[in-house]
Structure formats: structure tokens, C-alpha cells
């Protein structure tokens, strides 16, 4: 079974802090995908990246960078110079390669920035 | 703005009335699904279509819960006998050639 975990509920932060959210997951597929979602008090789920399993190059999206480690089952999503903007609940998602894609998504952090 | 877009944002009803949610996927999307997600939690899978075909369902949608898909377009989600319980937001997501969902703005539901 598959299995996202989030161990961090709440976490609040000052501007211009950096911040790092950890995601540890469980499967025993080869092939998958992982995925971070940002949840805006609005509602609307937005989708930040996905890494396929096969590529544990580290990446980096502005002020953004994720941390892919097999050897640990864990993806954990960095803000840098966090700003208000930032402030949402981030969900760690995990997602099989079959046609029909389950993904199962971990119980999400919630982020506040302070001014 | 993902492309994705549902309606209604939001849905006060009493319990025991019907209530339909409906889901417009990005154009290219064959994939479509929906999830639930409660207070406090990740996005739970309901079901799945593949174009006009729903090809799978989770053991959270009970006999009350029946989604369409007709011509593989837009999709709607009907609540029949709405319970307090069934209060949530539902969210619908689609999925093109690449395997990233990408998720509407979601209906709220609030069952009174």
C-alpha cells in the first residue's frame, strides 16, 4: 500500500526565512511519481512539481528547490526568502505509472509566514 | 488557473435533499477524476473515467454517489440523500498525456 507522510502539521515562519518541509513516503513500486501540491486559503489545489523515480536530481524553481532521496524515501520541498505569498497548506503527493493514476496524498502542511 | 473549472463554488443543502456537482476538464484531458477532501486532510480518490468510461471506484463511494461522464467531456458527481457526513469539498482533476493531475477550484458542501 501506498503511503505519504507528513510529519509536520503547522509551521510558521518570519519573512524572509527559509523553510523546509519534509515528505516521507512508502510504496513498492519502481516506477512512480512524487508531486507537490500548494492549497491557497481559495480552495484550489495547485501543482508545484512532479519527479518520476528514476531522476533523483535535486531541482530548483526560483525560490523553490526539492530534495529527492531514494535512499530515504523523501522528498522534501525548501522555500527560500519566504514571503507571505507563501502562506497555504503544501501537500506531498504520491502517484503509481498506470493508466488510471492513483495518487495517494499525504495530510499536508500548513504554512504561515509572518510580516 | 489550471483550466479546470467546477460549479458551484460552493452548496448549502439540508439532509436528505440531491445534490450534483459538475467538473469542465482542460480540453485535451481524456483522464478525469474525482476526490474529497475534509477538514484537516489530503485529497481523498472517489473515482476515475477514461474519457466517457469509469473505470475505477474507491470503497468511499457509497451506493448514494453516482458520477457521469457522457462523451467523455464534463463531468458531474450527484449526492443522493445528502448526510451531515458527506460535507466536504469535492474536487475534481484531470489528466492529459503527462502523469500530473491538475485540480479545479473544488465545491464546498455543506450538508445541514
Known amino acids: 500500500a501506498q503511503k505519504v507522510t507528513q510529519a509536520q502539521t503547522e509551521i510558521s515562519v518570519v519573512e524572509k526565512e527559509d523553510v523546509t518541509l519534509d515528505c516521507v513516503y512508502e510504496t513498492r513500486d519502481t516506477t512512480y511519481y512524487l508531486f507537490w501540491y500548494k492549497q491557497p486559503p481559495s480552495g484550489e489545489l495547485v501543482f508545484l512539481i512532479r519527479?518520476?523515480?528514476?531522476?533523483?536530481q535535486n531541482e530548483i524553481s526560483g525560490r523553490y528547490s526539492w530534495n529527492f532521496q531514494k535512499s530515504t524515501s523523501s522528498f522534501n520541498f525548501t522555500i527560500t526568502a519566504s514571503q507571505v505569498v507563501d502562506s497555504a497548506v503544501y501537500f506531498c503527493a504520491l502517484g503509481d505509472s498506470g493508466g488510471y493514476q492513483k495518487v495517494t496524498f499525504g495530510t499536508g502542511t500548513k504554512l504561515q509566514v509572518i510580516p | 488557473d489550471t483550466g479546470v473549472s467546477q460549479n458551484p463554488r460552493h452548496k448549502i443543502t439540508k439532509r436528505g435533499q440531491n445534490v450534483t456537482f459538475r467538473c469542465d476538464p482542460i480540453s485535451e484531458h481524456n483522464r478525469l477524476y474525482w476526490y474529497r477532501q475534509t477538514l484537516g486532510q489530503g485529497p481523498e480518490f472517489l473515482t476515475y473515467f477514461q474519457n466517457e468510461a469509469q473505470l475505477e471506484k474507491s470503497r468511499l463511494l457509497s451506493d448514494r454517489f453516482s458520477a457521469e461522464r457522457p462523451k467523455g467531456s464534463f463531468s458531474t458527481l450527484e449526492i443522493q440523500r445528502t448526510e451531515q457526513g458527506d460535507s466536504a469539498m469535492y474536487l475534481c482533476?484531470?489528466?492529459?498525456?503527462?502523469?500530473?493531475?491538475?485540480f479545479g477550484p473544488g465545491t464546498r458542501l455543506l450538508v445541514l
Open positions: 482533476a484531470t489528466q492529459g498525456r503527462q502523469e500530473t493531475q491538475y
Open positions: 519527479r518520476n523515480s528514476f531522476d533523483e
